[in-house]
Every structure is written in structure tokens, then in C-alpha cells.
């Protein structure tokens, strides 16, 4: 925001300063969170595109089944994945609403139980694509199915990179109540969230529509 | 506008919000058909881009943490674009102030020419619009004999007084706009949402601009 002040003597006086401009106090966020969301924007067109490719396949290419026989996809374990995905979300949020209460077990606690359901999540799909009995080079159908949850397990795998630093960071001592004192759990914390709905999406339309 | 995500917390309720709505798309497909989960699963989704389109326009009104001074000064919170330098106003900022020790800050929101350069967040030339405007109208407010600072404010102006209360612990707040007819701050109920939101009297002042050129 920028000022100005006059004197008594009706005097204009002007805070020249260098460089770029304050940021305007309306956006009240940090620049961390704004950086993660601006990241995440650019992250739906990537997956926006990837989706638009699958849609492309099948609804404009309309093979007669979907997925084309004789492949099929495990719906139930995959099911069983997206729970553990999601719940995830809650422990991550257990951790930083623990966190702001001044609760360091908690935010430990919930950093270890969110890392291990992520773990427990990526393992699945792998173990997933062990036993598909397909593979990306099968048809465009297989291509465009390890396209999209390749791209989300690969995000998965970032996640677990920035909770492994959150969660070393949190038995080192390191985070405290203060808003800007745990953005190293609040950022990450985002990007989680943002994976666990792009799983949501991607399971919605992969597996069930 | 309001950023709808601002932390944690917002992206955690969009994810309780988000696996809701894919449960609902599940269920519906499993029991019919896939084209109607398809078609549920749209209508979700732009329900739900209406919903942060509406969250980011602030348009629900929200409590203003006021802050009091308590050191004796009066403080007016003078909120003004284009009508900042109007006789009117400063009239009543003069009445507001007389026989008191008077703090005023004005706030200028930097009204972007277009939405196109609202959203391509092109709002240099709105800055320097609204601070020329402002520094004139300290001028005039310090040839009153008053102390006053101002500051360029967020284009929404009840983000602005928002902005400003923060910072400055205001006893009370005058808004200048223009008159009814050719006034978008009072079509978009910019007094209204002041008034509903800011415990704090609150004056509107109206300000002919023609009227006081042809003066």
C-alpha cells in the first residue's frame, strides 16, 4: 500500500522507496502460501491437459466398451486407496491444527501418520500396476491410465519428499504456533490437500464414470 | 477480491467439501447410469466455481476487528476516489473536526480501468491515478490546518476501510461518492456493506463533481 503524509503546513511528503513496491496489504498472505497456490494453479493445467487427452480418447475415439475389453480396472482396491489418500488429509490437518494450539507431539503424530498413508497409498498403486496386466504401451487406453496416475503418484512422491522435510524438520524442534513460525508444515500442507483432491478427480473419472 | 484459498485450514475445507461431492457422483453412478454421474459431477463443479467466485468477491459480511486509539484524538477514516478533492467533502471533514484534535487518514482505492486489467492484475496506472488524487487531496485537507496521511487502497473500497482499520483505529468514517445516479460504489451497496459490517458511525457524503466545475 502506498502512503503519503502532509503536514500541518499543508506540505506533501512522499515514501519514495526502491525497488518493487510494498505488496498491497489486501492480498494478507505470505508470500510461501502464495507461491504453493500459484504452483497448484499451474498444476490443474497440467493435469487439465492430461485430462482433456483422456476425455479426447473417450468420448470423441469412442471404443465400444470402456475400458476397452479385455482389460478391467481393480475399482475396489482402488477405493480402498482413495480412502487412505484422503484420510490423510485429516491427519495432515490433525498435525497443523496441533501445531497452532502449541502442540508439538500432535504435529509430530500427524506428520509420521501422514507420511505413512502416503507411503501406504503409492506402494498400492504400484503394487496396482504389478498386477493390471497391461501396460502403458496396451492400446491408447493404457497409455492415457499410467499417464494420469503416473502424474499423480509422481505428485504423491513430491508430497512425501516435502512431509519427510516437514516431519525431520518437526523432530528437530523446528515449527511453532505463530502463523508465520509453521509455514514449513502449512505449505506442504496445501500441496497435499491439492494432491488428495486430484486423486479424488482422478479416480471419479478414471475408475467409476 | 478475496483470495478463497488464503491456507491450510481453506484447502482442507475444500477437500471435505470436494471428497463430499465425489461421494455423491459415486453413489449416483453405481445406482444409474454413468452419464448421469457425469452430469451430476458438472453440475458440481460449477456449482462450486460459483461458490469461490462469490467467497472471492467478499460479498458475505464478515466482522471488522476494530482497534481504539484511546489517546484523546478524533479519528475520521476518510474513504474517496474521484470525488477525494471535492468542496463537499472537505466541508464536512472541516465540521467533523472542529474545536477537536483530529487524526484523518484517506484511503484512495486504486480502481483498475477495466476487469480485464482487474484480473490481469494491471493496476499501475489505477495506483498512480488514485495517489495523484489523494496527495491533492491532503494538500487541501492540510490548507484546512489538519493533520492528515493517506494511503491507495485495494480496489474494493470495503476492503479498503477493512484494510485500514487495522492500522488505524478510527472513530469514525465518512465516505465520499458520487451522486446516485453515477455512483457504482452505491449501486454495488458499498455504504450498505459498510454500514452492516464496521461498528463505527458511519457518514456518507455525496459529491457533485459537474456541480462544483461549473461553480
Known amino acids: ?209 | 477480491m478475496h483470495n478463497p484459498l488464503r491456507s491450510e485450514a481453506d484447502a482442507f475445507r475444500w477437500v471435505v467439501v470436494i471428497g463430499v461431492g465425489s461421494v455423491s457422483v459415486i453413489a449416483l453412478t453405481l445406482l444409474t447410469r454413468p452419464v448421469i454421474g457425469v452430469v451430476w459431477m458438472a453440475a458440481l463443479i460449477g456449482f462450486g466455481a460459483g461458490v469461490a467466485y462469490r467467497g472471492a468477491r467478499g460479498s458475505l459480511p464478515r466482522t471488522v476487528e476494530l482497534t481504539r486509539g484511546g489517546d484523546g484524538k478524533h479519528r475520521v477514516l476518510v474513504v474517496a476516489n474521484e470525488t477525494v478533492g471535492g468542496e463537499v467533502l472537505l466541508d464536512e471533514i472541516r465540521r467533523r473536526c472542529q474545536g477537536r484534535r483530529c487524526e484523518i487518514l484517506v484511503v484512495t482505492p486504486a480502481l483498475p480501468t477495466s476487469r480485464a486489467s482487474h484480473w490481469a492484475s494491471d493496476v499501475d496506472e489505477a495506483m498512480e491515478l488514485a495517489r495523484q488524487r489523494m496527495e491533492l487531496s491532503l494538500i487541501a485537507i492540510g490548507e484546512l490546518g489538519l493533520k492528515a496521511r493517506g494511503e491507495v487502497g485495494d480496489a474494493d473500497p470495503n476492503v479498503a476501510m477493512e484494510d485500514a482499520l487495522r492500522v488505524f483505529p478510527a472513530d469514525e468514517i465518512v465516505i465520499s461518492t458520487h451522486p446516485p445516479s453515477r455512483s457504482r460504489w452505491l449501486e454495488h451497496g458499498v455504504v450498505d456493506r459498510a454500514r452492516e459490517q464496521i461498528e463505527l458511525p458511519i457518514a456518507h457524503v455525496v459529491v457533485d463533481l459537474t456541480v462544483e466545475r461549473a461553480v
Open chain 1, 1 to 209: 500500500m502506498e502512503s503519503a503524509t502532509v503536514a500541518l503546513g499543508g506540505h506533501a511528503h512522499e515514501d519514495h522507496h526502491h525497488g518493487p513496491p510494498e505488496a498491497n496489504q489486501s492480498s494478507r498472505i505470505d508470500r510461501q502460501t502464495l507461491g504453493i497456490l500459484l504452483f497448484i494453479v499451474s498444476e490443474v493445467m497440467l493435469f487439465g491437459a492430461f485430462f482433456a487427452s483422456y476425455f479426447f480418447l473417450r468420448v470423441v475415439v469412442h471404443p465400444p466398451t470402456w475400458p476397452p475389453h479385455p482389460y478391467e480396472l481393480p475399482v475396489a482396491v482402488a477405493g480402498v486407496n482413495t480412502a487412505i489418500l484422503v484420510s490423510s488429509s485429516f491427519t495432515i490437518h490433525y498435525a497443523l491444527e496441533s501445531i497452532r494450539r502449541g502442540n508439538r507431539n500432535g504435529l509430530k503424530l500427524g506428520l509420521v501418520l501422514t507420511w505413512l498413508l502416503g507411503a501406504t497409498f503409492l506402494f498400492i498403486q504400484l503394487n496396482e500396476y504389478v498386477h493390471l496386466g497391461f501396460s502403458a504401451r496396451d492400446l491408447a487406453f493404457g497409455s492415457i491410465f499410467y499417464a494420469l496416475t503416473g502424474l499423480h503418484g509422481a505428485h504423491v512422491f513430491v508430497g512425501l519428499v516435502l512431509l519427510s522435510i516437514a516431519s525431520i524438520r518437526a523432530f528437530r524442534g523446528h515449527f511453532g504456533p505463530k502463523a508465520e513460525d509453521h509455514l514449513g508444515v502449512e505449505v506442504p500442507g496445501i500441496y497435499w490437500h491439492f494432491v488428495d483432491v486430484m486423486w479424488l478427480i482422478v479416480f471419479v473419472t478414471v475408475y467409476i464414470l
